[in-house]
């Protein structure tokens, strides 16, 4: 597990679900990443998040520095791609349903798929399209 700290402050801190960092990542054993060397930051909304937080948690990756911010959202069936950090927010959204490719931008430079992500049935719990 990794997290992203706040530059300037090792007190602020964010843990995305899914981080991908340069390969020698693998040799570290530092928890704390500089939000420079990360490439790609997921998060992955839960059932009970808030239009509030998921704006907060969207920002605080943007004025951190996070170059590629990608938010699944389960319950809508929904993706965002954010790019471009700079001036408290992101440049630039690309958005798409669950079953649309994502395409990542460089270093990535590939396209994930979301066809098998779960999506939160009425209950809450995760199920699959169908």
Known sequence: MTSAAMPGDLDDYATPDLVVLPEAWDDDDNWLADPADVELAVEVISQSEK??????????????????????????????????????????SRRGKCGEGVPLPPPLALTASTDSFPLYGVSGEPSRRG
């Not at 969207?58 to 170059?67: L, Q």
């Not at 911010?69 to 630039?92: C, F, I, K, N, S």
């Open 51 to 92: 239009a509030r937080d998921i704006g907060q948690k969207t920002d605080w990756y943007s004025v951190a520095g996070v170059r590629t911010l990608l938010v699944l959202d389960p319950r809508r069936g929904t993706w965002a791609m954010h790019t471009q950090p700079g001036e408290g927010r992101y440049q630039e």
